[in-house]
Nanobody, 118 residues
Framework: VQLQASGGGLVQAGESLRLSCEISISMHSLSSMNWYRQAPGKQRELVAS???????DYAGSVKGRFTISEDNAKNAMYLQMSSLKPEDTAVYYC?????????????WGKGTLVTVSS
């Protein structure tokens, strides 16, 4: 399974950015699709999730500003980020979880850097 994240860049506070993640397999086989981020000197944190069945969940710090979505036809997931803040600066990673024979496997993209200037 391969994931390719893209869409990062340098933006000013208050602006928007959309991240994309192309997934090499059918998304119907996945138990969840997630965006994580890791800021300099901090641990990686879960930002947003789509659980099998379509429900979504967000970290409190991004709720109301970020939206996770999927496009099954394109085997892609997205993270629409609005009202960006300097504290959103981080490397963003897409992640998927796949269940197979009672085991669950995690797959990661390489990450895309988002920098928000004040």
């Amino acid at each position: 399974v391969q994931l390719q994240a893209s869409g990062g860049g340098l933006v000013q506070a208050g602006e928007s950015l959309r991240l994309s993640c192309e997934i090499s397999i059918s998304m119907h086989s996945l138990s969840s699709m997630n965006w994580y981020r890791q800021a300099p000197g901090k641990q990686r944190e879960l930002v947003a999730s789509i659980i099998s069945g379509g429900s979504t969940d967000y970290a409190g710090s991004v709720k109301g500003r970020f939206t996770i979505s999927e496009d099954n036809a394109k085997n892609a997931m997205y993270l629409q980020m609005s009202s960006l803040k300097p504290e959103d600066t981080a490397v963003y990673y897409c992640n998927v979880m796949q269940k197979y024979q009672a085991e669950e496997y995690a797959y990661w993209g390489k990450g895309t850097l988002v920098t928000v200037s004040s």
